[in-house]
């Protein structure tokens, strides 16, 4: 089935050391996101990437990062994670802009100690 | 500025109970609507849609209409069962997807 797959689904990394969080996607879709979703909130958009062309959110910290490096996968990193960054991170994917449907990953879970 | 106001939850009905969350947005234009469902431990769903006014989307014995004249998009279930409990988010997107708050479900026997 297609679908989007995010690894790990559970990662725990230490106060100020750098993590990598990856997703990859079999629709062929021309957009991914990723968003941050904190205990009983909305998620929360980070930035996308429509094909190459790289869009960050104003209000996101210049600690997260991105790479797409080809049409099905695109990793997020995190340089120093605060124990502010412990969250739920979600991967979704598009083949339109936001009036289409997203289509969303597990998430993977990071904890911060 | 673009919002989505969702009721707030959580909401508990008994199994059968008749579900209404409501969802009102304040959008430029003529966004795209939809409902996600969350289960536990998991990223979101899309659970139905609707892309313009007076469309009716449906799935799993939801439903929600485009209501352009009330800027709503209610998301109603005649039976809901336990494994309905979830949380549900209300969205639209247009310049971008933009979120309600959730509205916990939960539906005990």
């Known amino acids: 089935d297609a679908m989007v797959i995010q690894n790990p689904r559970y990662q725990v990394t230490q106060f100020g050391k750098p993590v990598t969080l990856s997703c990859s996607q079999t629709?062929?879709?021309?957009?991914m996101y990723w968003y941050q979703q904190k205990s009983s909130q909305a998620p929360k958009l980070l930035f996308h990437?429509?094909?190459?062309?790289?869009?960050n959110e104003a209000d996101t910290p210049d600690n997260f990062q991105s790479r797409r490096p080809n049409t099905s996968f695109c990793f997020l990193d995190i340089r120093s994670p605060g124990l502010g960054d412990a969250a739920m991170y979600l991967c979704?994917?598009?083949?339109?802009?936001?009036?289409?449907?997203?289509?969303f990953g597990p998430g993977t879970r990071l904890t911060v100690l | 500025g673009n919002s989505v106001t969702q009721m707030e939850g959580p909401v508990t009905l008994s199994e059968e109970a008749f579900l209404t969350i409501n969802c009102t947005y304040t959008?430029?234009?003529?966004?795209?609507l939809f409902w996600y469902v969350q289960y536990p431990g998991e990223g979101l769903q899309l659970l139905l849609k609707a892309t313009k006014a007076d469309d009716k989307g449906s799935n799993k014995g939801f439903e929600a209409t485009y209501r352009k004249e009330t800027t709503s998009f209610h998301l109603e279930k005649g039976s809901v069962q336990v494994s309905d409990s979830a949380v549900y988010f209300c969205a639209f997107g247009n310049e971008k997807l933009t979120f309600g708050t959730g509205t916990r479900l939960t539906i005990i026997p």
């Open positions: 990437y429509y094909d190459k062309d790289f869009n």
């Open positions: 979704a994917t598009s083949s339109l802009f936001y009036t289409d449907t997203q289509y």
């Open positions: 959008a430029t234009g003529y966004p795209s």
């Open positions: 629709l062929n879709h021309n957009v």
